[in-house]
């Protein structure tokens, strides 16, 4: 089979950051300049020498038009990507949106073939509700799914300008409702359906979770947050110590949010899911943030507000890493391994959820 230009340009770019993880730490922090040291933490010396090569040499996307940007999203994420993760099996099919089907993908663990029922979770990519889909996130689902040993439904939400908030989280509560009342016919266990995004999708999952348990619908068993914004309102420290140069910049998280919101208040706890006036009788929460990261302030910020509320909580702070790791397992061993353990504390989270 030949490769196209654009395939080729993607392997040739995915062998080089390989190459370039596998240099020694020293040789990496020689190449970034030094050691990055920010908040008394030390970023990872094979990132800071990555990121300070991307400054150097890749074009920002801020000022382009929002297709430009989805495109640029999908290069990079197959780039960090790599080969796929195998899994039992991978399907696209329609799920129902708030205002009609949305294209969604369900990845089958390689365990639903010889063992019982595993859990289903309903998943929501990252992109500031803006960019990404479920090609940009192919391989974060593909590892959950194995490494979880749960089903992942991933679910292409419509996305601004083209829809303005709340249409996103209208269709994330939808699709959620939707996978509920069909998990039995995806092979999955229809009493154990979870929800779980990265970035904005963390955000949606953190609504859903609100959403279902003020309706009084099924509520998902367990939230897997990993870097969700969970509060526009206010800038925290991290926004500032993190503004630039380190792969989400703060001028990008504005555009993003702005694009989203509309005329919106960002006090909507819709937008900010941290403001809810009650953060009691939610499902468990996996919350995730990197040291790095603008938004871990405000995703450690609804950590503590859930367990102070009497949600069960667990936090991990991914040490010497950036916001969009869980994508970069295919480049970059620490975030591999950081996602690695993830995957297996979500696993015992649900397990633990569920009495099993």
């Known amino acids: 089979m030949s490769l196209t230009k654009g395939a080729v340009t993607v392997a040739v770019q995915h062998r080089l950051a390989r190459a370039l993880d596998a240099l020694p730490a020293s040789a990496a922090t020689r190449v970034s300049g030094g050691p990055v040291v920010v908040d008394g933490q030390m970023l990872d010396p094979h990132l800071a020498m990555v990121l300070a090569l991307e400054r150097r040499i890749r074009p920002s996307t801020d000022g382009v038009p929002v297709e430009e940007r989805r495109a640029a999203l999908r290069e990079s994420a197959a780039i960090a990507a790599g080969a796929p993760i195998a899994v039992g099996r991978v399907r696209d099919l329609p799920v129902d949106g708030a205002a009609g089907p949305l294209r969604a993908r369900l990845y089958a663990p390689v365990s639903a073939t010889v063992a019982g029922l595993r859990p289903l979770v309903v998943f929501f990519h990252g992109g500031g509700w803006v960019v990404g889909d479920i090609e940009s996130h192919d391989q974060p689902c593909r590892l959950l799914c194995r490494y979880a040993d749960v089903h992942v439904l991933s679910v292409d939400y419509r996305l601004a300008p083209e829809h303005l908030f709340p249409a996103a989280a209208d269709d994330a509560i939808a699709a959620f409702a939707w996978a509920v009342g069909h998990a039995e016919e995806l092979g999955a266990d229809p009493r154990r359906v979870a929800v779980a995004g990265d970035s904005a ?11 279902t348990r003020d309706s009084g619908t099924t509520q998902p068993v367990a939230q897997l947050l990993l870097y969700p914004g969970a509060d526009g309102s206010v800038s925290r420290p991290s926004k500032s110590l993190f503004a630039e140069g380190f792969m989400l910049t703060r001028t990008q998280m504005d555009w993003y949010w702005d694009t989203y919101r509309g005329d919106t208040e960002p006090t909507d706890p819709r937008l900010s899911p941290l403001l809810a006036a009650d953060l009691g009788g939610l499902a468990p929460a996996l919350v995730t943030t990197a040291a790095f990261d603008p938004l871990r302030d405000e995703g450690e910020a609804y950590a503590a507000a859930l367990r102070a509320a009497g949600t069960t909580v667990v936090l991990r702070r991914a040490p010497g890493l950036v916001h969009g790791y869980f994508s970069m397992t295919g480049v970059h061993r620490a975030s591999w391994h950081e996602s690695l353990a993830v995957a ?10 569920t009495g099993r």
């Open 344 to 353: 297996g504390a979500f696993a015992a989270l649900l397990d633990s959820a």
């Open 201 to 211: 999708g963390g955000n949606l999952a953190a609504v859903v979770a609100q959403a």
